[in-house]
């Protein structure tokens, strides 16, 4: 999940245009301490990587 979540920022930062690119412009770090998860997970280049990964973790279990 953590490999394919990862490799898809690396394509993100080759290939991505439009809001998943710019949401690096103004990039929210995840922090405990702000609480502010819903941020981090949402911003576009976070939850197109989350749901690439997702999406890879369930063909390698067999589940698609």
Excluded: V
Aim: glycine fraction near 4%; proline fraction near 2%.
């Amino acid at each position: 999940d953590t490999i394919a979540h990862e490799y898809r920022h690396a394509w993100q930062m080759k290939y991505a245009s439009g809001a998943i690119k710019d949401s690096y412009i103004n990039y929210i770090s995840y922090d405990r301490n702000l609480g502010n998860y819903d941020q981090y997970r949402y911003q576009p280049c976070e939850a197109d990587a989350f749901d690439y990964a997702e999406i890879w973790t369930a063909i390698l279990k067999g589940l698609i």
